[in-house]
């Protein structure tokens, strides 16, 4: 996994963005920050190596995870005992590869076995919706060899380490999720949260949504009429 600062001014606050599969740090340049915060992306997880020490002299650690940063983001809280704020889901959930509470298993596995540059191009039109110019005008520096590698590796990981793991009480805040997901179902994200006792906001957004990273980085509530 990569750690990078977005925006580091020695403050004592820091948002934690567990990004999506595919991310790198041109997708979150430009975005504008809480006055008092920094701001880390955590990306690419071919493997799941986290330096908890990068987050030393922080006395509030936000964090928010999107998309395959979710599963991600669970995962790493087991491994380590933080005091970081509950986490705010986006468009994800900690179940990634599953028919009724994430991405479905047959459409995962497509994708991965598929990987081309024409697939990935049909996957950004259907994450992105109406936003792809945004996406498109920030995109992400990865090549399709290192993209299917971290596509395999999370497969790998999740079947290894258990799609049902265990959800801490007080892990997660709240979730939200884009009434026109076309990635991780949004019925499958309710599921997923009302299972596990999380409130679930359902926004007027694709899979990705320029408008809800922006709102929740400014420290804001995230509601339908306020992600366009």
Aim: hydrophobic share 40%; with cysteine.
């Amino acid at each position: 996994m990569k750690q990078v600062f977005i925006k580091k001014d020695n403050n004592t606050s820091v948002f934690l963005l567990f990004g999506g599969w595919g991310t790198s740090p041109e997708l979150f340049a430009g975005y504008e920050i809480k006055h008092g915060y920094d701001f880390m992306l955590c990306y690419d997880y071919r493997d799941l190596d986290f330096d908890v020490s990068l987050l030393d002299g922080y006395d509030n650690v936000v964090p928010l995870a999107w998309s395959m940063g979710v599963w991600a983001y669970s995962y790493i809280t087991g491994k380590f005992d933080t005091d970081w704020k509950p986490c705010t889901a986006i468009g994800g959930t900690p179940f990634p590869i599953d028919d009724t509470r994430g991405i479905p298993e047959a459409v995962f596995c497509g994708t991965l076995e598929g990987m081309s540059v024409p697939v990935l191009h049909k996957f950004r039109r259907r994450m992105c919706g109406r936003e792809l110019e945004h996406f498109m005008s920030h995109l992400p520096q990865r090549n399709i060899v290192d993209l299917k590698e971290e596509l395999a590796a999370i497969e790998s990981f999740v079947r290894i380490y258990g799609e049902g793991m265990e959800v801490c009480p007080g892990l997660w805040e709240k979730a939200v999720a884009g009434d026109a997901d076309l990635i991780f179902p949004v019925a499958n994200q309710v599921n997923a949260w009302k299972e596990t006792g999380v409130p679930v906001v359902i926004a007027d957004a694709a899979h990705y949504s320029s408008g809800i990273f922006q709102q929740l980085l400014l420290g804001k509530e995230v509601n339908k009429s306020n992600v366009g």
